[in-house]
């Protein structure tokens, strides 16, 4: 069987939005597909960069569009090669629809992510890092263009007649209804679900997360009644991110949060500090690892926050926490 030919096209947003396609790219090869990028091309040998686009969008079998803010702008636009593919692919859109297949990454109103000549396509939604396996296995069925989820067939319609209402049997029906009831509220129930290895990763990639928006969102708070004050946020791949906080243009702190490491794979680990080598994961200030309470409920739980409330157990506690024992302190 023939290898289905894939070409990615989207628009250099940042090194780390470049880094995040050479990988869908590599875990579509991974799953059969000849995946290409412009890097992929350029990488090893001078190319002509417009005959490429010319080549890769005529003769791959689909064309995987990034949709990104910057990605519309310059694709209503026709700003360089962004604009360039747009040309090219417009006539896609009435010959083989089909074979544009647009996938998002944005935090914010999705409708800017959509050029005039998409608006109205459906877009598979790449936007949270958590979700990235999820929506990868949505990408390929679609692309083997194979259902994802069993279709029930069509039966024969049931035969289908009048029912005479019987006052008797509604009252009886009603009586032996109140008769049952009875108070169970003093009864535990209890909950029989295993959690299983996958249950905790999932939890824990979800809690990660949310550390992350919740603190994207602080900061921004923060930045809002401080206009001296900035912060970035580097996203190093999907399970390790860096803050890093300036004021009147000065580092005064940072913070590396990354999930997994030297310590085991189901933990969250943060470090501190101005300087710091953001490639190694071998020292950190505070791990949250989890727990499972008698409820047979999953929390999570710091270990190493001996100053402040080592009971904060929820995405929301735990970033309090880090703003109020360590990152606060740099406006001191």
Known sequence: ?????????????????????????????????????????????????????????????????????????????????????????????????????????????????????????????????????????????????????????????????????????????????????????????????RLTDRDIDKFMKESYQQIIELLHSLLNKVQESNPNFEFEQEDIHNLKTVFNLYIDGNSVDGVKIWYGGSFGRNSINLLYGRHMNIMSDNSMNEMISYEVNDKNQIRLKMTMNMFGNKDASTPEEIVKEIWKNHLSRSFL
């Open 1 to 193: 069987m023939q290898k289905k030919r894939v070409f990615i096209s989207y628009s250099w947003d940042s090194k780390e939005h470049q880094e995040w396609v050479l990988y869908l790219a590599n875990q579509l090869r991974k799953n059969g597909f000849e995946a290409e990028t412009d890097i992929f091309e350029t990488q090893q040998k001078t190319v002509n960069l417009y005959k490429m686009m010319v080549e890769k969008v005529r003769d791959s079998d689909y064309i995987v569009v990034v949709l990104t803010e910057n990605y519309a702008g310059k694709a209503d636009s026709f700003e360089g090669g962004v604009g360039f593919e747009s040309q090219l692919t417009l006539p896609l859109l009435m010959e083989n629809p089909n074979k544009l297949v647009p996938i998002m990454r944005h935090r914010g109103d999705f409708n800017k992510v959509f050029p005039f000549h998409f608006k109205g396509q459906y877009a598979i939604d790449f936007s949270k890092d958590s979700e990235f396996d999820d929506k990868l296995e949505e990408l390929i069925y679609k692309l083997y263009q194979k259902p994802r989820y069993f279709v029930e067939p069509v039966g024969e319609a049931p035969t289908l007649q009048p029912k005479i209402p019987s006052r008797i049997s509604q009252t009886s029906a009603m009586d032996r209804k109140e008769t049952n009831v009875w108070d169970l509220s003093d009864i535990e129930i209890p909950n029989l679900k």
